[in-house]
């Protein structure tokens, strides 16, 4: 059996395809494409032609793409979206969408309603649902939305009115109606989760046309039956069901991929993950295996949002940045020659230098006609190289949690230009198929399923609230395709809750096990 | 007097985030709070200490209750109007000349902007602690014996209350449980005084500080050291500390946020290390198991790089930030300051030396 994993970077879109034994067999790297679809296709060929494998035994196909973030980015494909808020007589005061972009909120056609709902931080009514309320709104919405965000207040705690009213708007607008709820979105925080909430609405429309163009892909090469997944931001997979239930946890997958691919290819755990590519390069850390996840609010496309977002920092290196003399000042980036590095850097034959250059001045790199580059200044490369030395050890050092020195696994198509010995590194660690390790990523990863809620420990004493949080995230894990048998818990996050007089913890586990 | 407008509350938000020494809650819906009032109801003007009447009369509008509920659940927006008229009425005064802050910290900033855009009033540039506090009694009109009853108190379902308490530490006791049961979160309207005590005994200026702190971390144009350097001139303050949070120990107790953190030094601090602790605020500050800054004094945490302030809820590990202590309104060094809101109220052992002795102190024992 055989496992194809593409994963749709900025630039090339990698595809790749393992053994039985999660053994890499073949990997091709073509350019991105403008509609992502055809790029998709194009790799796959390539991949299939000239792996040379019996198609019949591929199994599993995983797809690691920006479509979500892209139309995002750009406000394009989005689905018209109406929000209900469940929360009056509160929360009036700030109303949804406030301090979004406009053009955005034209593009989701900025329907909302702040109907009565909602609970107390201690799990007590805040108000009743009322269900004339909701279906007059419907009502009303019939032909103005395409896409239902459903929000209530403090709904970690309880969210049985966001499911009843998920089932109000199924019995009006019919089972297939994509409908968002916030509870099992984002975490604490309403106007953040709220936000996220909206945007993985807005989404419906590209994650369906995402995941019938890939399958229609596989379907071209006569590949039919496989289990299809795609790659979501904390190294994991989810179903096609899903993810069409989830659109916006594809969000940042391509930085997740690569450093989950360098813990596989370096068989390291836990270490910090630099992944160079051609303009910027990212850094990530591998807690047990899995990315570290990011706990402040972030930033998708202008909006302030709180879903589960891998803590990632990127800086502006990468393998064809410019180099520049300014008032005897050497400066790399962050502006890059990009895709055009084959066709400007001067070890091609043309004019700009680049960071690649003085990697292969130095002998670090081979690509390109090393000639080209021979009449530039030894120390004066020594000097670039050690700027960009600079620029890694400041970014690394942001991300550590200690002073002591972590070690590096390196991995990305622009590796070539990072030094072999950085401050702060005690040893840098690479694979010869670090270029793909975002596909490889893609393709070994398994199957995570989350709960939030807060608890009381005085009523419900810590143990048996741990269990149930437990219980609840294994169910979300098996909704998504995990095998129950291989289910482990791998994290636990408590935050007590201030002024609560009973000891109230916010209470955050995470499972993952492997795809049935 | 002068407008506040969006650029204003912007930064505003962030000074007297930073004023908020950690506590206040999370600025960013307060905030929104005062955007959409502003966007509703126009620009509100600002009045300085100088240009109110001595016998005029104003009400401070503010949020009690726990910073984590409110991210949750805001309040409907008429609340401010509905707590401050209640109070105006059982007053008997028929015109209330403005409302102002209680503390500067990130909601309680916000809260009067709303109340002000929504009635047309005022806002008057001062406030009642000059930073933020945990407790209704630890408010400078208390240290000069203002009352901070009678007292009106909402939630966003429309439960209204009047409390006239035997002396302030009761009205914090009382107001608190009420806060409990009303979700965590009630609007507040207390300590209703005249031009003439606002004069006496309150924080001046505090609006427009908040404004000029807040105009200097969101300055885009200046390099880290130098937007700090005018930071600490602005406040006369000074820098303890840069650090990276290597651990943070919570704890819930009756109805606080308490605990402390460990910070483990960076750049030039690095084989130093530093303990905050923090009941809401932070209160007490410890380098290499000295005592370097203590409550009343204020001790600001802030992002290492944006110098945005930190609240002690989102602190987190291998967070980096610089530790930066003020000195607090004189009102507060004195003997009835310090026994209301000094290191041994809040269980710390310790006689309170005011910072700029501790500092200069520590830089004789360099030299």
């Known amino acids: ?516 | 007097m002068r407008y506040l407008d969006q650029a204003a509350i912007e930064h505003i938000a962030i000074g007297a985030a930073f004023l908020g020494t950690g506590g206040g809650g999370d600025p960013y819906i307060g905030k929104l709070m005062a955007l959409s009032a502003i966007e509703k109801n126009g620009p509100v003007k600002l009045y300085s200490v100088d240009e109110i009447a001595d016998d005029d009369f104003f009400i401070p509008a503010a949020m009690m209750g726990a910073p984590s509920v409110l991210v949750e659940k805001f309040p409907r927006g008429d609340e401010f109007v509905k707590v401050f008229q209640k109070l105006a009425q059982y007053l008997g005064k028929e015109k209330i000349a403005g409302t102002y802050p209680m503390e500067a910290g990130g909601v309680n900033s916000m809260i009067p902007i709303v109340v002000a855009a929504q009635l047309g009033l005022p806002l008057i540039d001062c406030d009642g602690m000059g930073r933020a506090f945990p407790e209704l009694q630890m408010v400078t009109f208390n240290l000069d014996g203002i009352s901070a009853t009678p007292m009106a108190i909402t939630d966003e379902k429309g439960n209204i209350g009047i409390f006239e308490t035997i002396d302030n530490k009761w009205t914090e006791r009382i107001a608190r449980s009420a806060t409990v049961e009303m979700g965590a979160s009630s609007l507040v309207s207390l300590y209703p005084t005249t031009g003439a005590q606002i004069k006496q005994s309150g924080v001046h200026h505090i609006v427009t500080l908040s404004e000029k702190i807040g105009e200097i971390i969101a300055s885009k144009n200046q390099e880290v050291n130098d937007k700090l350097q005018h930071l600490l001139e602005l406040v006369k303050g000074f820098e303890l500390f840069q650090g990276k949070i290597v651990d943070v120990i919570r704890e819930t107790k009756g109805g606080f946020n308490l605990g402390k953190m460990n910070l483990e030094g960076i750049a030039h601090y690095k084989n130093d290390q530093m303990k905050v602790h923090f009941q809401n605020e932070n209160l007490l500050a410890e380098k290499n198991d000295k005592v370097v800054a203590m409550t009343p004094d204020l001790i600001c945490l802030v992002d290492y790089e944006t110098l945005l302030p930190v609240t002690t809820e989102s602190l987190k590990y291998g967070k980096r930030v610089r530790v930066i202590g003020l000195p607090a309104h004189e009102k507060w060094r004195t003997a009835k300051g310090i026994e209301t809101a000094g290191p041994k109220y809040f269980g710390y052992d310790y006689d309170y030396v005011p910072i700029e002795e501790m500092v200069k102190k520590e830089v004789a024992e360099h030299v």
């Open chain 1, 1 to 516: 059996m055989y496992k194809i994993g593409i994963d749709v970077g900025g630039t090339n879109t990698d595809a790749i395809l393992l053994d039985h034994n999660s053994q890499l067999i073949y990997s091709v790297k073509s350019p991105t494409s403008l509609d992502i679809k055809t790029g998709i296709e194009k790799s796959l060929q390539q991949l299939l032609q000239g792996a040379n494998i019996d198609k019949t035994k591929i199994t599993h196909a995983m797809l690691g793409t920006t479509q979500c973030t892209n139309a995002i980015v750009e406000r394009k494909k989005l689905a018209k979206v109406g929000v209900i808020r469940l929360g009056y007589p509160a929360t009036a005061s700030v109303l949804p969408y406030t301090a979004w972009p406009t053009d955005m909120i034209d593009k989701l056609s900025g329907n909302y309603a702040i109907a009565h709902g909602g609970y107390e931080y201690d799990g007590q009514l805040l108000s009743a649902l009322d269900q004339e309320e909701i279906q007059k709104l419907l009502k009303e919405w019939q032909d103005e939305v395409e896409s239902i965000a459903i929000v209530g207040v403090f709904s970690s705690i309880k969210n049985d009115q966001e499911l009843q009213v998920r089932q109000w708007i199924q019995e009006a607008y019919g089972e297939d109606f994509p409908i968002s709820c916030s509870s099992l979105i984002g975490s604490v925080g309403l106007i953040e989760r709220e936000n996220a909430t909206i945007l993985n609405a807005a989404l419906c429309k590209v994650i369906e046309t995402t995941t019938q163009g890939f399958i229609q892909a596989l379907q071209a090469e006569g590949i039919f039956n496989v289990d299809v997944y795609l790659c979501q931001n904390d190294g994991t997979l989810m179903s096609i069901d899903y993810a069409k239930q989830f659109p916006i946890l594809t969000i940042a997958c391509g930085p997740t991929n690569s450093i989950r691919g360098a813990s596989y290819l370096s068989q390291i755990q836990n270490t910090m993950v630099l992944d160079v590519g051609g303009t910027t390069s990212d850094i990530g850390v591998l807690q047990d295996g899995f990315p570290r996840e990011s706990s402040v609010a972030v930033e998708v496309g202008d909006i302030r949002t709180n879903f589960r977002m891998p803590d990632i920092i990127s800086v502006g290196l990468g393998g064809g940045s410019i180099v520049r003399v300014e008032d005897d000042k050497i400066t790399v980036g962050p502006d890059s020659v990009g895709y055009k590095i084959s066709e400007e850097a001067l070890v091609f034959g043309g004019s700009t230098l680049t960071t690649t250059d003085i990697a292969v001045r130095l002998g670090l790199a081979n690509v390109g006609d090393r000639n080209l580059v021979a009449h530039i200044d030894e120390a004066f490369a020594k000097a670039v190289q050690e700027e960009i030395s600079l620029l890694l050890e400041q970014a690394i050092d942001k991300m550590k949690t200690s002073s002591e020195d972590v070690s590096l696994v390196l991995v990305g198509g622009g590796s070539i230009i990072v030094p072999d010995s950085i401050r702060g590194v005690s040893k840098i660690v690479k694979n010869e198929n670090g270029g793909v390790a975002n596909a490889i990523g893609a393709s070994i990863a398994q199957i995570s399923g989350q709960y939030e809620q807060i608890y009381i420990y005085s009523k419900e004493p810590r143990e048996e609230s741990l269990r149930d949080a437990e219980n609840k995230a294994v169910k979300q894990a098996m909704l998504a395709g995990a095998l129950a048998d291989t289910i482990e818990l791998v994290e636990v996050e408590e935050t007590p809750l201030a002024y609560h007089p009973e000891n109230a913890t916010r209470l955050k586990v995470k499972v993952v096990g492997k795809m049935v």
